[in-house]
């Protein structure tokens, strides 16, 4: 007959969130291994030589390419692997200003909304050990200010994207309030950055200059600045309406 199991025996066995993490973790090394593998094939240089190739796969296999581009940018930014601002830059070159920007923009979206599900349901308790300090920060500021605070660091970079990703993921704020608002904070950066890709003349100009390719010293300054400004403005926006307000009431 078969004994019936002890606690101990069951504590040996990997629970159903152990399970999904270990193949969240085979998946992000798989991932990890094929970019390093191949990333001669997809550094700006390697790209720029085979740039009448790539158009001519575009004619040839245009939903293909989309998919795939998607695909990429979701994975880099799901992962938080750097390269998503040099993505943006060249997808902004090959598909054009509007065509890149709509894709960029959900991509971007799909990517941090992978890895605030990520935190929320594989990564809970590695998240909370490594953020733990900066959780009772976010909890406090969400519960008095809401989705407006998310809002408010998409447009202030002053905290890395991928961490407000996996921060939020442990707070009780929605998926779907989280995707929306996500799609409207980075919204500007997307812009900037989709214009500077569609303005490059070709791939060997981007891959030499970078964004001083399509920007001179003192556009960059005026776009800073701009940052700047744009990340002020929530700020003062909650300022006018608690004046409106008035004092809360004990």
Same mark, same amino acid.
């Given at each position: 007959? *078969?004994?019936?199991?002890?606690?101990?025996?069951?504590?040996?066995?990997? &629970?159903?969130?152990?399970?999904?993490?270990?193949?969240?973790?085979?998946?992000? !090394?798989?991932?990890?291994?094929?970019?390093?593998? =191949?990333?001669?094939?997809? &550094?700006?240089?390697?790209?720029?030589?085979?740039?009448?190739?790539?158009?001519?796969?575009?004619?040839?296999?245009?939903?293909?390419?989309?998919?795939?581009?998607?695909? !990429?940018?979701?994975?880099?930014?799901?992962? #938080?692997?750097?390269?998503?601002?040099?993505?943006?830059?060249? =997808?902004?070159?090959?598909?054009?200003? $509007?065509?890149?920007? !709509?894709?960029?923009?959900?991509?971007?979206?799909?990517?941090?909304?992978?890895?605030?599900?990520?935190?929320? =349901?594989?990564?809970?308790? $590695?998240?909370?050990?490594?953020?733990?300090?900066?959780?009772?920060?976010?909890?406090?500021?969400?519960?008095?200010?809401?989705?407006?605070?998310?809002?408010?660091?998409?447009?202030?970079?002053?905290?890395?994207?991928?961490?407000? *990703?996996?921060?939020?993921?442990?707070?009780?704020?929605?998926?779907?309030?989280?995707?929306?608002?996500?799609?409207?904070?980075?919204?500007?950066?997307?812009?900037?950055?989709?214009?500077?890709?569609?303005?490059?003349? *070709?791939? #060997?100009?981007?891959?030499?200059?970078?964004?001083?390719?399509?920007?001179?010293?003192?556009?960059?300054?005026?776009?800073?600045?701009?940052?700047?400004?744009?990340?002020?403005?929530?700020?003062?926006?909650?300022?006018?309406?608690? $004046?409106?307000?008035?004092?809360? !009431?004990?």
């Amino acid at each position: 007959m *078969n004994q019936p199991e002890t606690p101990d025996d069951a504590s040996e066995k990997p &629970s159903g969130s152990k399970w999904k993490l270990i193949a969240f973790a085979i998946l992000a !090394v798989v991932i990890l291994s094929v970019g390093f593998l =191949y990333r001669d094939v997809i &550094s700006l240089a390697t790209l720029a030589q085979r740039e009448s190739q790539l158009r001519a796969f575009q004619d040839q296999h245009p939903v293909a390419v989309y998919a795939i581009a998607f695909g !990429v940018y979701v994975a880099v930014t799901g992962l #938080s692997l750097p390269g998503a601002a040099a993505l943006t830059l060249v =997808y902004g070159w090959y598909f054009g200003f $509007a065509r890149a920007l !709509v894709l960029v923009s959900f991509a971007s979206t799909a990517g941090a909304t992978t890895a605030f599900l990520s935190s929320r =349901y594989l990564l809970r308790d $590695a998240v909370q050990s490594r953020y733990g300090e900066s959780m009772k920060t976010f909890q406090k500021r969400l519960a008095e200010e809401g989705a407006f605070y998310l809002f408010t660091l998409r447009l202030i970079p002053a905290v890395p994207f991928f961490v407000i *990703n996996l921060v939020m993921g442990l707070t009780p704020i929605r998926v779907r309030t989280f995707w929306w608002v996500s799609q409207l904070g980075m919204l500007a950066g997307t812009v900037v950055y989709v214009y500077a890709g569609s303005r490059v003349p *070709n791939l #060997s100009v981007l891959a030499k200059e970078d964004v001083s390719a399509v920007f001179t010293p003192s556009q960059l300054l005026q776009l800073t600045v701009a940052f700047a400004l744009l990340g002020i403005f929530p700020l003062a926006v909650r300022k006018i309406l608690a $004046a409106f307000r008035g004092p809360k !009431v004990a």
